[in-house]
């Protein structure tokens, strides 16, 4: 994971402000173009505070040097997207929007209690092998 910038580097508050947008927009196209919703100020503001909450969330423990949590997150989220995009195609009579964005939830939140998981994990093997 070379290509994550270093703990407490600035470059972490340039990213979440780019991995920020890329979610809302994702979420907008989702809502507004697949699920052929009218377009609303106040659902797309919602939507970008969502995207930007969770990206200040993540990219902060990436800036505390959590790699993993933001790699693995990263993971859940990308699979979330493609599950909750491939879910506009199923006939769920008028379900699809929320089953959808309950399985980006689900792998959002799983994806992230994995990576405090195994950064855990890795913190107290690293520690272990420091003091044996």
Known sequence: MSFLPPAKSRRWF????????????LLGIYRFIY?????DMIILLRLALFAYIVAGILHGFGWLGARLVWFITTLGITIGMLLMFLYTYRDMSGWEDLAGFLTLAVFLVGAFVLGLLVEGIYLLIKRYRRTY
């Not at 340039?14 to 927009?25: D, E, P, S, V």
């Not at 699920?35 to 377009?39: A, D, E, M, T």
């Open 14 to 25: 340039l990213w979440m402000a780019i991995y920020g947008t890329i979610i809302w927009i």
């Open 35 to 39: 699920l052929g919703q009218p377009l």
